[in-house]
């Protein structure tokens, strides 16, 4: 996915484009897409990058899903 593409993702959520976000996969063994991406915090971005790391896909997703739940 180009930066382009990560920015307007970002901009959906983020308008005032305050840096404070970033996007992270949904499905992590597919390809990063438009349809594939969540908007989280940076924090947010952390914790999953944590999680990722530990192989704890099942609470990654959980979080993701979570995330997703609470999008306008």
Excluded at 45 to 70: F, G, H, P, Q
Aim: hydrophobic share 40%; net charge positive; glycine share 2%.
């Amino acid at each position: 996915m180009c930066k382009r593409k990560v920015e307007l993702e970002i901009l959906k959520v983020d308008p005032s484009a305050t840096g404070n976000y970033a996007v992270m996969p949904v499905d992590t063994k597919m390809p990063t897409s438009p349809q594939n991406v969540v908007v989280v915090t940076l924090q947010q971005r952390t914790i999953l990058m944590k999680k990722l790391d530990m192989n704890d896909t099942t609470e990654y997703a959980r979080m993701v899903s979570e995330i997703l739940a609470s999008y306008p």
